[in-house]
């Protein structure tokens, strides 16, 4: 092409105005992303704080996932690769963001233990490697657990992010790029001469090239599941803090994450700790949340069954129902629904929405 068009090109590529509806971890990550190619983006949201990134406690389990192969493990694999890279360009909006690291995965069931044991063997990686029984980890963690027979396996590359950190720094970001945020509800979308006409329940119509759905169970109110046949379910996630009142067990002796049978676990402080995330298929928090979360052991220690919840909170996540999980499709010209991660939206928003972005060329090109 010679430079007068790529330059004209270039000047309409800019001009593209996108619409992202839904303002989760995926919405705010298709709009950096965006964004930095020079779009005019405008995300709307009308409640910002209810999404489902609320929920997530930002535990980012790449290398450690067991499926090595197919789309999801290709999805993770690239996210692994880019979160490094975000992390640096992220930190010149906020020094403190980083991926704590190791993760550790543990299991009181033997055969679950063999299959760790298995996989590890079997990768190969320096990066992973299973727990002996005595580890210091390992040790700490069946003492203040008062359990012996706890093991697992230890990844040095995945890690966790600190959720509300992380949506802190990209609304800044998105500020200073001058994103427009709209707490709007959009009702409908259609299309009129190649234009995407997005209605608010306050009957306002926004224009725009584009529209990428990202506002989890709510797309498929907009796209009429009959003609797309996507359906999501919700599946509620809650977590909690707890407060010990024991000075015989000292949480900050204990791994900074881990995952005890499925339960994930975060020491905030000597008497501190978080739990989650339950798997409540339904848009109810259940009441026996306190249950729930702390037998991940045939028998609690003293101090968490005396453990008062200092704190509360569920999101709401999407689960694809019928596909796997997240959906990411063209659903027509200029039109993209990226959406249904269900537990892994902070996980691989890198390569989503790198994902998004190539479809968005394409498109406007």
């Avoid at 996630?237 to 000075?247: L, P, T, Y």
Wanted: hydrophobic share 35%.
């Amino acid at each position: 092409i010679s430079n007068i068009s790529m330059k004209s090109l270039k000047e309409n590529f800019q001009k593209a105005h996108i619409v992202i509806i839904g303002s989760g971890i995926i919405g705010k990550f298709n709009a950096l992303e965006l964004s930095e190619l020079g779009f005019q983006v405008t995300i709307i949201d009308p409640a910002q704080h209810q999404n489902s990134s609320n929920a997530a406690l930002g535990l980012l389990m790449g290398n450690m996932y067991q499926k090595r192969r197919g789309r999801s493990w290709d999805l993770r694999k690239q996210s692994i690769e880019l979160w490094p890279q975000w992390i640096t360009f992220l930190q010149k909006f906020n020094c403190e963001l980083n991926i704590e690291k190791p993760l550790i995965q543990l299991t009181t069931d033997e055969e679950k233990f063999k299959k760790l044991e298995k996989f590890v063997y079997e990768n190969n990686d320096q990066n992973l490697r299973i727990l002996e029984r005595d580890s210091i980890f390992i040790k700490n963690i069946n003492k203040a657990f008062q359990a012996k027979n706890i093991k697992g396996m230890i990844s040095f590359k995945d890690g966790r992010i600190n959720p509300f950190s992380l949506l802190q720094t990209l609304d800044k970001y998105l500020k200073h790029k001058k994103v427009n945020y709209l707490r709007e509800e959009i009702i409908k979308i259609r299309k009129s001469n190649n234009q995407w006409i997005s209605t608010t329940r306050n009957n306002e119509n926004i224009k725009s090239d584009m529209v990428i759905l990202c506002n989890s169970l709510k797309a498929i109110d907009l796209i009429g599941s009959l003609s797309h046949n996507i359906k999501l379910k919700p599946v509620l996630g809650q977590a909690i803090e707890i407060e010990i009142n024991d000075a015989e067990v000292d949480l900050l002796s204990l791994p900074k994450q881990f995952n005890i049978n499925g339960k994930n676990i975060i020491p905030k402080s000597n008497n501190k700790l978080i739990i989650g995330s339950t798997d409540e298929y339904s848009t109810k928090p259940e009441e026996n949340t306190f249950e729930k979360l702390t037998n991940f052991l045939d028998k609690k220690p003293n101090w968490l069954m005396k453990g008062k919840i200092s704190k509360k909170w569920f999101g709401i996540r999407s689960r694809p129902d019928g596909e796997p999980s997240p959906i990411m499709k063209n659903l027509e010209d200029g039109l993209i629904i990226c959406t249904g991660f269900y537990k892994n939206g902070i996980l691989l928003a890198p390569a989503c929405s790198k994902w998004v972005t190539n479809e968005v060329k394409n498109y406007l090109y």
